[in-house]
């Protein structure tokens, strides 16, 4: 058995306009890079990008919005992004705002197969205009529904050529629960290594929820936004 795929362009030979792609990292940290970068050079438009950040303008999936290719943003926190702001206040961008919690919920929910689940969170605000609410033991929840993609693009540290994958520190974030809710899972890792260097019991992603792998190449991961002391 081997997954692995020569390029990034290869990766995502089967993408298609339309397509709902849940992209892994928490702001510049642990994106897949290569991954944005051949979406960008194929042009696949109309995308559906389900995400914790939408990048910054000229870096992550802010590449993306800059050429006009995604259609709709399902987030968390998008404040680094003005082109972002512009899209959707003229209309050209649709936005669905999460809370963190619900977000990574929805989509854990998705790759465990549970349709949809009730938290307290958003309940009296907006978040839960139109949903469905219920008391249980005298606290007001809402309904939230499970999130899936149709691809996943994830950024791994390691992994070797059945798909099995170990993540560095803070960018194993959304990552890991995101290899397990999509139907076309791609994982582009720093290294890849022969079978049995990846220690069993430190192995983040079985290789069981991945379909493709690559080497990726030329990593810049920038710094959202650097702080130092004077």
């Not at 050429?67 to 206040?89: A, W």
């Not at 994830?154 to 290899?179: E, Q, S």
Request: with cysteine; charged share 25%; hydrophobic share 40%.
């Amino acid at each position: 058995m081997d997954k692995r795929i020569s390029s990034a362009e290869a990766a995502i030979d089967k993408l298609s306009d339309g397509a709902t792609i849940l992209m892994g990292g928490f702001g510049l940290c642990g994106i897949p890079e290569n991954l944005i970068a051949a979406v960008r050079r194929r042009g696949t438009k109309d995308l559906t990008v389900v995400s914790n950040n939408a990048g910054v303008d000229d870096f992550g999936i802010g590449v993306l919005l800059q050429n006009r290719q995604v259609k709709k943003m399902i987030s968390t926190y998008v404040g680094e992004n003005k082109l972002f702001e512009q899209l959707v206040l003229s209309g050209e961008l649709q936005v669905e705002l999460n809370p963190q919690g619900t977000f990574a919920e929805r989509i854990r929910a998705g790759g465990a197969g549970i349709p949809a689940f009730f938290t307290p969170t958003g309940y009296g605000t907006m978040v839960a205009e139109g949903k469905e609410t219920r008391e249980f033991d005298g606290r007001a929840y809402v309904l939230e529904r499970a999130l899936r993609g149709d691809f996943a693009f994830v950024k791994a540290w390691k992994g070797d050529r059945w798909g099995n994958l170990m993540y560095r520190k803070t960018a194993r974030n959304f990552n890991p629960m995101m290899a397990t809710a999509a139907d076309y899972v791609v994982a582009e890792v720093e290294e890849l290594v022969e079978l049995g260097q990846l220690p069993p019991d430190q192995i983040h992603t079985p290789g069981i929820f991945v379909d493709a792998i690559l080497q990726g190449s030329r990593y810049e991961k920038r710094i959202e936004r650097r702080t130092t002391r004077k």
